[in-house]
């Protein structure tokens, strides 16, 4: 089956949810919010099921992580790669300003 073949309730299935997840995010951030975005809205503007949204990202707060780290790599690398931190204290950690 390729990418193009629609599967069940007209969602596209193959290679590419991921892509598509992330693309159909960054639209939704900056239209609406981070906050205002739901994964509802993400899955059916990237046409994949919530299942599918979920086998790629736990949550909402490592798609929010991945679509940051797009934003600017070179500056939140550090960051996101921080073991020591949740999710959501790294999402924090990547506004703060460092002291000059």
Do not use: W
């Not at 193959?14 to 159909?24: F, Q, V």
């Not at 939704?28 to 059916?44: H, K, P, S, V, Y």
């Amino acid at each position: 089956m390729t990418e193009l073949e629609k599967g069940p309730q007209g969602r596209r299935r193959g290679r590419g949810a991921r892509e598509r997840i992330l693309s159909a995010s960054q639209q939704l951030f900056r239209e609406q919010g981070i906050n205002r975005t739901g994964m509802d809205q993400l899955c059916a503007a990237a046409q994949v099921s919530k299942r599918t949204a979920y086998q790629h990202f736990t949550g909402k707060d490592e798609l929010v992580t991945e679509y940051l780290r797009r934003f600017d790599p070179s500056v939140l690398s550090g960051v996101f790669d921080r073991t020591d931190l949740t999710p959501r204290e790294r999402l924090l950690a990547a506004f703060d300003i460092p002291p000059t």
